[in-house]
């Protein structure tokens, strides 16, 4: 079946911009994460949600960040007055069941340049 | 600071002998831990994980070790394969506190050489 699809592949802004990043779970996968890979890093968790919730927003950098999953399914992470340090692949990950042995099932991410 | 680390960020292996990559932590909250995959342009794909119950886990040509006492743990690939080329995280969480927080090393870049 399908598996995590991330619009757009790559995304090219300036410094001050918004920007959204828009993630596709695997059908019926309840967990849904982001995560933001930096160059020579591995990734770092931004949020966690369960259903449309976000049970776990501690990863948020700060509020020029911001996550969304209005229907339980697609979500769309949201960056505000981006900054050069923003740069970075924007993972997206979804799971069965959200549990710690939950297997997270990773999208390719987005590349975002903030200029 | 940086709760996973892997200190090798490359790895050379002749095609048919063992990989042994490497991951030190520092929490010792960490119960379960993980190891992915990733070829370049696609997302980390999961391999293998081991609770802190464990000492050992296998499948296949996958084996992690755990030694908890040390906050140490290798995954080890034996065979290896040209197809094995690929940057290997190893990631941790502490389940009764964050459960759904995975904190990832740096990784490390395999290439098996044919």
């Known amino acids: 079946g399908a598996g995590v699809s991330q619009t757009p592949s790559n995304k090219v802004t300036e410094k001050g911009k918004y920007v959204e990043l828009r993630c596709d779970p695997i059908?019926?996968?309840?967990?849904l994460y982001w995560y933001r890979q930096s160059l020579g890093q591995g990734p770092e968790f931004l949020i966690y949600?369960?259903?449309?919730?976000?049970?776990?927003d501690s990863g948020l950098p700060n509020d020029r960040f911001f996550a969304v999953r209005p229907e339980g399914s697609v979500s769309t992470l949201k960056i505000q007055r981006t900054e050069r340090g923003d740069s970075a692949v924007y993972l997206c990950?979804?799971?069965?069941?959200?549990?710690?042995?939950?297997?997270?099932?990773f999208g390719p991410g987005t590349r975002l340049t903030v200029l | 600071d940086q709760q996973v680390k892997q200190n090798s960020p490359s790895l050379s292996v002749q095609e048919g002998r063992i990989s042994i990559l490497n991951c030190d932590y520092t929490?010792?909250?960490?119960?379960?831990f993980l190891w992915y995959k990733k070829y370049p342009a696609e997302g980390p794909t999961f391999l293998i994980s081991?609770?802190?119950?464990?000492d050992k886990n296998e499948d296949g040509r996958f084996t992690v070790f755990l030694n908890k006492s040390a906050k140490h743990l290798s995954l080890h690939i034996v065979p290896s394969q040209p197809g094995d080329s690929a940057v290997y995280f190893c990631?941790?969480?502490?389940?009764?506190?964050?459960?759904?927080?995975?904190?990832f090393g740096t990784g490390t870049s395999l290439t098996v050489i044919p």
């Open positions: 059908s019926g996968h309840t967990a």
């Open positions: 929490n010792s909250m960490f119960d379960y």
């Open positions: 081991i609770s802190s119950i464990k």
């Open positions: 990950a979804s799971g069965t069941s959200g549990g710690a042995a939950d297997t997270q099932y």
């Open positions: 990631a941790a969480s502490a389940t009764a506190y964050t459960g759904n927080q995975f904190y």
């Open positions: 949600f369960q259903g449309t919730g976000a049970a776990d």
